[in-house]
T-cell receptor, first 115, second 116 residues
Framework: AQSVTQLGSHVSVSEGALVLLRCNYS??????LFWYVQYPNQGLQLLLK??????LVKGINGFEAEFKKSETSFHLTKPSAHMSDAAEYFC?????????????FGRGTSLIVHP | GAVVSQHPSWVICKSGTSVKIECRSL??????MFWYRQFPKQSLMLMAT?????????EQGVEKDKFLINHASLTLSTLTVTSAHPEDSSFYIC????????????FGSGTRLTVV
């Protein structure tokens, strides 16, 4: 069974600083990989996804993530944090074998942005 | 892009009553919809998978008689919390997968249920 680990339940950065949210997965076959953002009392919005092809994926709001098979990682980065980036971020994986494709979510990382 | 509408966004109900939550795919056909429950500061817990025209598949530990799911059309799935109790208070989120898509999931905006 696949699993997702998000290191750090909270990440705090200053406005303008680099954002790095970590995600590692365990799966025998590289899965589909996703990052979602959730604002308070709202659903999830897809930031970006990796399915195949280029391992560096660019998403919305200036975020990007790089799939590293050797490290089984899919860390999310943004060069310069903005106050509006403060939210909950979820990494998710979806098994590309077996046919169900239902995503498994990490526990989430709360991004705090200080002025 | 694909849009999923979830209604209501919040609801308060009395213990013992039932509450229905709707999830609609507005601009695509969703053969499969998913219902999640989210506790404060926690991740999403998959409750059930709903396929159009067939019975929902519930995850282990989820009471199917408590959480009734109906997926009557390719654009609508409903979750009914029956005989609600305060412990059912939570944030419920639906997700829809477009027909033919393996990994394109679109989420609704969620429903905050409070049972008093």
């Amino acid at each position: 069974a696949q699993s997702v680990t998000q290191l750090g339940s909270h990440v705090s950065v200053s406005e303008g600083a680099l954002v790095l949210l970590r995600c590692n997965y365990s799966s025998s076959v590289p899965p589909y990989l996703f990052w979602y953002v959730q604002y308070p009392n709202q659903g999830l919005q897809l930031l970006l996804k990796y399915t195949t092809g280029a391992t560096l994926v660019k998403g919305i709001n200036g975020f990007e993530a790089e799939f590293k098979k050797s490290e089984t990682s899919f860390h999310l980065t943004k060069p310069s944090a903005h106050m509006s980036d403060a939210a909950e971020y979820f990494c998710a994986v979806s098994d590309r074998t077996g046919g169900s494709y239902i995503p498994t979510f990490g526990r989430g990382t709360s991004l705090i942005v200080h002025p | 892009g694909a849009v999923v509408s979830q209604h209501p966004s919040w609801v308060i109900c009395k213990s013992g009553t039932s509450v229905k939550i709707e999830c609609r795919s507005l601009d695509f056909q969703a053969t499969t919809m998913f219902w999640y429950r989210q506790f404060p500061k926690q991740s999403l817990m998959l409750m059930a998978t709903s396929n159009e025209g067939s019975k929902a598949t519930y995850e282990q530990g989820v009471e199917k008689d408590k959480f009734l799911i109906n997926h009557a059309s390719l654009t609508l799935s409903t979750l009914t919390v029956t005989s609600a109790h305060p412990e059912d208070s939570s944030f419920y989120i639906c997700s829809a997968r477009e027909k033919g898509e393996n990994y394109g999931y679109t989420f609704g905006s969620g429903t905050r249920l409070t049972v008093v």
